[in-house]
């Protein structure tokens, strides 16, 4: 069963293959034919799972994304579903250049965000999908970024492994929105961050730039402080110039 409090020792779901199997390997090691006979069942799972995926057939009873909180056994046969579930999507949609610029163009529109300075609908990006990871990878990363050290050098090289996935993101919706800019990925992306303008702008703002305020800081409006922040210059120097290649 899952476990609920904190500690080393996981399990699988009680009617789930990996029980079947750990409980028939466990069985077969303590039989007279002990690490011989373990090994040709190992094999023959192996072979099995190979099939599944060879076929393009999803594993019985298992999901297809990797939940941590499972014994890895079990991350290891999600993994292997979610590889034969992309596998099986990637074969059913296979497309021409033409069919896949057409798809392109249909990109839904959202149903209230515009791009700020024209006014235009904003294009909904078609977005990779971050790949899913198993516990031991997640380790394995972490240990990886902390051997980096500390000098400006391994913040740099921090900071890009930690941003593939936004600088992904990004790039696909400046794809989806030529005319976007930063504002418009942020309205997008993370919604929580864009606060809006107070009513009574004032007139010296350009139209289609009043719905323009600022990034939040992650931190609530304190009572004493108006209801917009002005973003430091040093940090907004900072952002654009790492986003031009991008924005």
């Given at each position: 069963e899952r476990h609920t409090n904190a500690?080393?020792?996981?399990?699988?779901?009680?009617?789930?293959?990996?029980?079947?199997?750990?409980?028939?390997?466990?069985?077969?090691l303590c039989s007279p034919?002990?690490?011989?006979?373990?090994?040709?069942?190992?094999?023959?799972v192996i072979e099995k799972l190979r099939s599944f995926y060879e076929s393009g057939k999803l594993i019985p009873g298992i999901s297809a994304n990797p939940d941590t909180s499972y014994s890895l056994l079990h991350q290891k046969l999600q993994m292997l579903n979610a590889c034969i579930s992309q596998k099986i999507e990637?074969?059913?949609?296979?497309?021409?250049?033409?069919?896949?610029?057409?798809?392109?163009?249909?990109?839904?529109?959202?149903d209230t965000l515009q791009i700020l300075m024209t006014g235009e609908p904003l294009r909904?990006?078609?977005?990779?999908?971050?790949?899913?990871?198993?516990?031991?990878?997640?380790?394995?990363?972490?240990?990886?970024l902390t051997k980096l050290g500390s000098s400006a050098e391994a913040s740099r090289l921090r900071a890009?492994?930690?941003?593939?996935?936004?600088?992904?993101?990004?790039?696909a919706f400046k794809a989806a929105n030529p005319t976007g800019r930063l504002e418009d990925f942020i309205r997008w992306y993370s919604p929580r961050d864009w606060i809006p303008l107070s009513p009574g702008v004032s007139p010296e703002v350009p139209p289609m730039?009043?719905?323009?305020?600022?990034?939040?800081?992650?931190a609530p409006p304190q009572d004493n402080?108006?209801?917009m922040k002005n973003i430091k210059k040093e940090k907004s120097t900072d952002c654009d110039s790492a986003l031009i290649p991008l924005l």
């Open positions: 500690g080393p020792v996981k399990s699988s779901p009680a009617v789930s293959i990996t029980r079947k199997l750990s409980v028939s390997l466990c069985l077969v034919g002990g690490m011989l006979a373990f090994a040709q069942l190992w094999r023959a990637r074969e059913s949609a296979k497309y021409t250049s033409v069919e896949v610029e057409d798809q392109f163009k249909k990109q839904e529109e959202h909904i990006p078609l977005t990779q999908r971050h790949p899913p990871v198993t516990e031991d990878i997640q380790e394995e990363m972490v240990e990886a890009e492994m930690h941003s593939v996935a936004l600088m992904s993101d990004m790039q730039s009043q719905d323009k305020p600022c990034v939040s800081d992650g402080e108006p209801e």
